[in-house]
């Protein structure tokens, strides 16, 4: 079976040689990836597009494995699951009469969220959310603050400011005048994951590209660097794809 290659994975596929004119369909599921072809499409021209397709596929199966359901949006109801830290938490929905705001708590694996009964459908799901949303901001800001401070002096740097933002495609940027942002998003990882975010940043109040010089810095205060980089573009579809 002909497989393709992606961050030291092999996925295997099977080709379907058919009676399609000019266009290829590709199908993936958890464990199964199959292409459908023109029957005389060449086998460089297969390899070829699967190669390019490898980011794709892989992180589609990834989704798949975690979301039996296929649902990538979470609709903010009891039983749902939500990462925390590397742990899986089950959202719990509770409805309280008299509630002015929604409150949300972590309480062992679950996450407790309290909300005005008269918020319902719709208008229930963006209340959790938004409920979520200020819990996981305010965790990772308590988070960061905790970690950050004895990573900054291993380094011997110290950021001029420090934020915690909601950031669409990013997971840190740090700016040249020194101010570190970052996505509330890293508290869903494990902290080893949140420290290799704060440390890669803090390196660029040293060198602001991704030279050599720059990983030899990060890696002489994580050394597995390179493993949890990997993780987290392994992951980074899932964590994104919760809110
Ligand atoms: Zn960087």
Same mark, same amino acid.
């Given at each position: 079976?002909?497989?393709?290659?992606?961050? !030291?994975?092999?996925?295997?596929?099977?080709?379907?040689?058919?009676?399609?004119?000019?266009?290829?369909? +590709?199908?993936?599921?958890?464990?199964?990836?199959? %292409? /459908?072809?023109?029957?005389?499409?060449?086998?460089?021209?297969?390899?070829?597009?699967?190669?390019?397709?490898?980011?794709?596929?892989?992180?589609?199966?990834?989704?798949?494995?975690?979301?039996? +359901? !296929?649902?990538?949006?979470?609709?903010?109801?009891?039983?749902?699951?939500?990462?925390?830290?590397? !742990?899986?938490?089950?959202?719990?929905?509770?409805?309280?009469?008299?509630?002015?705001?929604?409150?949300?708590? +972590?309480?062992?694996?679950?996450?407790?969220?309290?909300?005005?009964?008269?918020?319902?459908?719709?208008?229930?799901?963006?209340?959790?959310?938004?409920?979520?949303?200020? =819990?996981?901001?305010?965790?990772?800001?308590? /988070?960061?603050?905790?970690? %950050?401070?004895a990573l900054a002096q291993k380094l011997g740097v110290q950021p001029k400011?420090?934020?915690? /933002?909601?950031?669409?495609?990013? =997971?840190?940027?740090?700016?040249?005048?020194?101010?570190?942002?970052?996505? =509330? /998003?890293?508290?869903?990882?494990?902290?080893?994951?949140?420290?290799?975010?704060?440390?890669?940043?803090?390196?660029?109040?040293?060198?602001?590209?991704?030279?050599?010089?720059? =990983?030899?810095?990060?890696?002489?205060?994580?050394?597995?660097?390179?493993?949890?980089?990997?993780?987290?573009?392994?992951?980074?579809?899932?964590? !994104?794809?919760?809110?």
């Amino acid at each position: 079976m002909p497989f393709i290659q992606y961050l !030291n994975k092999q996925i295997p596929y099977d080709i379907e040689r058919g009676n399609r004119k000019k266009t290829v369909a +590709l199908h993936v599921t958890a464990d199964c990836v199959t %292409l /459908k072809v023109p029957k005389r499409l060449s086998d460089e021209a297969i390899s070829k597009f699967m190669t390019r397709k490898a980011r794709w596929i892989h992180d589609r199966q990834a989704v798949i494995r975690h979301d039996p +359901l !296929n649902r990538i949006g979470k609709h903010y109801v009891t039983g749902e699951t939500f990462p925390y830290l590397g !742990n899986t938490c089950r959202l719990l929905v509770v409805r309280e009469a008299h509630l002015e705001a929604p409150v949300c708590e +972590l309480r062992q694996d679950c996450l407790r969220v309290q909300v005005p009964s008269d918020l319902t459908g719709e208008q229930g799901g963006s209340a959790v959310k938004e409920a979520m949303i200020d =819990w996981y901001q305010g965790q990772a800001v308590k /988070k960061i603050t905790e970690r %950050l401070p004895a990573l900054a002096q291993k380094l011997g740097v110290q950021p001029k400011t420090v934020a915690v /933002k909601n950031q669409k495609s990013q =997971w840190g940027s740090c700016s040249r005048s020194g101010a570190i942002r970052f996505n =509330w /998003k890293i508290i869903m990882a494990p902290v080893a994951i949140l420290d290799y975010i704060i440390v890669h940043e803090l390196c660029h109040l040293i060198h602001s590209n991704h030279q050599p010089q720059f =990983w030899e810095k990060v890696e002489s205060v994580i050394p597995d660097c390179k493993a949890r980089k990997s993780w987290l573009r392994e992951h980074s579809i899932l964590i !994104n794809a919760l809110t």
